[in-house]
C-alpha cells in the first residue's frame, strides 16, 4: 500500500524520478507521446541512435510506427519483423530469422501484453493471456540471450533485458500461482490470468539474473512496472482497474532501465518509476521462480523440440 500510495502522489525517489515524469523528461529523446508503451519506447531509443527491431503482429501498424519515428529522426534505422507472441512456432520464427540477419543485441524490451476479460486460448491451447505476456516473452529471451551475451563480449557494452511487469502482482496469492492452472484455468478471471502473467515475467527475470551471473555474462535483466498508461489493452475494457482517466507515462521507466549508467551492474531487479522498488513476497521466492523456470522449460521443450527438460 505505502509504494501504491507513492506511486499515485508522484513521489521521487532515490534516481530523482517518480510517477509524475514523463519519458522525454527522463531520458530526454521523446518529443510527446504515442498511444502506446512500445511505440513510445521504440521512438525513444531510436533517438538515442540505437538501431530498432520491432517485431508486430501487425505489420500495417508497425509500418506507420516506423514513418513516424523517421519523421522524428531521418537518420533512424527501423527494422520490421513479423511475430505472434502468443505462438510458440512463431516466435521461434522470428527468432531465427534475426539471428540469420547477424546483427548485435545490445537490449531486449520484452514489451507486449494483452488482457482478455474472456477465456481464449492461443493456438498451442494455452490459455491466451499468460501465453502472450510470459510463454512467448520467455521463448523470447531464451533464443536471443546468447547473441546478446555474445554481443556484450564483443562490444564492452553491457546487454539489458527488461521485462514489463506490473504492481498488480502483488494481488497473486500463492494459492492462485499453479502453472496447470493458468495453462488451463478452469475458473477464469481476466484479472487475475493479468497478474498472474506479471508476476510471472518478474520471476522470470530474478531466474535469468542468476543464471547470468553464474555465466559471469555482461548482461542484465530487470522488471518493470510502466505506469498508467492508455494503451490498447485499457481502451478494449475500460472498467480495467483504473477506468478511462488515464495517462500516457508508460515509457519512462523502461527507457531508464535499459539506457541509463544509473543502473549498470543491476541485475533481478524490480523498478517503479524509475526507482527499484519492492515486489510481492511470492515474487522474491527463488524456489518459486526455479520451479517456473523449470516448468517452462520442460513445456517448451515439448512443445517445440520433442525433447526432455
Not at 504515442?34 to 540505437?50: D, L, N, P, Q, Y
Not at 501465453?131 to 564483443?154: D, R, V
Not at 500516457?248 to 522498488?277: H, R, W
Request: charged residues 20%; aromatic residues 8%.
Amino acid at each position: 500500500m505505502k509504494e501504491t500510495l507513492r506511486y499515485l502522489a508522484g513521489i521521487v525517489g532515490p534516481s530523482g524520478y517518480g510517477s509524475k515524469s514523463t519519458a522525454e523528461q527522463k531520458m530526454g529523446c521523446v518529443e510527446g507521446a504515442t498511444s502506446g508503451i512500445g511505440a513510445e519506447t521504440a521512438r525513444a531509443v531510436a533517438k538515442r541512435g540505437v538501431r530498432v527491431v520491432i517485431p508486430a503482429r501487425d505489420i500495417k501498424k508497425a509500418a506507420e510506427l516506423k514513418e513516424r519515428i523517421r519523421k522524428d529522426n531521418p537518420n533512424a534505422e527501423v527494422i520490421l519483423c513479423e511475430i505472434d507472441l502468443s505462438s510458440l512456432a512463431s516466435v521461434k520464427r522470428f527468432c531465427n530469422e534475426f539471428l540469420a540477419l547477424g546483427l548485435p543485441l545490445n537490449i531486449l524490451i520484452n514489451n507486449a501484453g494483452i488482457f482478455s476479460q474472456k477465456l481464449e486460448f492461443s493456438e498451442d491451447k494455452f490459455e491466451m493471456t499468460f501465453a502472450t505476456n510470459y510463454l512467448g516473452h520467455y521463448l523470447l529471451t531464451e533464443m536471443l540471450i546468447e547473441k546478446m551475451i555474445e554481443t556484450a563480449e564483443q562490444t564492452g557494452i553491457q546487454g539489458r533485458i527488461i521485462n514489463l511487469s506490473s504492481v498488480i502482482h502483488s494481488w497473486v496469492g500463492r494459492d492462485c500461482f499453479h502453472f496447470n492452472q493458468m495453462l488451463h484455468p478452469i475458473n477464469y478471471n481476466g484479472t487475475r490470468a493479468y497478474a498472474q502473467s506479471k508476476l510471472a515475467t518478474i520471476l522470470h527475470a530474478k531466474e535469468i539474473a542468476k543464471h547470468l551471473k553464474a555465466k559471469n555474462a555482461n548482461v542484465t535483466i530487470n522488471a518493470v512496472h510502466p505506469g498508467i498508461v492508455k494503451t490498447g489493452i485499457f481502451r478494449a475494457h475500460k472498467g480495467f482497474i483504473t477506468g478511462k482517466n488515464l495517462h500516457i507515462l508508460g515509457a519512462s521507466t523502461s527507457c531508464y532501465v535499459a539506457l541509463s549508467p544509473q543502473v549498470e551492474g543491476m541485475s533481478g531487479k524490480y523498478f517503479v518509476d524509475c526507482n527499484e522498488s519492492n515486489c510481492s513476497v511470492l515474487a522474491n521466492d527463488e524456489s518459486e521462480a526455479r520451479r517456473l523456470w523449470r516448468q517452462t522449460r520442460a513445456l517448451i521443450r515439448r512443445r517445440l523440440y520433442q525433447t526432455p527438460c
